[in-house]
């Protein structure tokens, strides 16, 4: 009975130490990756005396090591994808569906100054204005009044903002 008790009390020792290490190196995996949040709001900029109201795009860099932003893409829907094209560019690439049926393009385009490259410190940011009638002239070709922000690190890895809808603009500047 004694060596039942001892065995009993050993292994939960042992279960405890397995189940312990293995959570500290899943956290330690998750804290080693870069992790760049990309938010798009409405926003408005200054540009001496006049008021410019657009589409402010935020990087924010949420991980604990720098990260250095090469280059931004400005994506917006040119045709609807059905589930079928998306499974076949998953079978094909390997990869998300979450572009397929969108354009990539950049703001440069349209003269727009994003302040890239850039290094962006662990817990800072780097926002830019995208003005209402550049991205709509860049966005001219859209099937819906959405676009998403892609962020491009050095490594040529992509960071996707949530999509956003932004016919509130889009009707303002027709109204004028």
Not at 12 to 36: C, D, E, H, P, Q
Not at 43 to 48: C, P, Y
Not at 106 to 114: A, D, L, Q, R, W
Request: glycine fraction near 6%; aromatic fraction near 12%.
């Amino acid at each position: 009975m004694r060596d039942r008790v001892s065995l009993d009390w050993k292994l939960f020792i042992s279960i405890y130490a397995a189940i312990l290490s293995t959570g500290v190196f899943f956290w330690n995996v998750l804290k080693s990756r870069r992790w760049i949040r990309i938010r798009i709001g409405h926003g408005v900029a200054h540009e001496g005396d006049d008021v410019i109201s657009g589409v402010w795009v935020s990087i924010e860099n949420c991980s604990d090591k720098p990260a250095f932003i090469r280059a931004v893409s400005v994506l917006y829907p040119y045709r609807s994808a059905s589930i079928l094209a998306k499974a076949a560019h998953f079978v094909k690439y390997r990869n998300s569906t979450k572009t397929v049926g969108w354009v990539f393009t950049s703001p440069k385009y349209v003269e727009i100054e994003t302040g890239l490259p850039k290094e962006i410190q662990p817990g800072d940011s780097h926002g830019f204005l995208l003005p209402e009638e550049k991205l709509l002239k860049l966005t001219e070709n859209r099937v819906r009044d959405e676009i998403m922000v892609s962020a491009q690190d050095a490594l040529a890895m992509d960071s996707f903002s949530k999509v956003f809808g932004f016919k509130e603009v889009d009707d303002r500047i027709l109204a004028k």
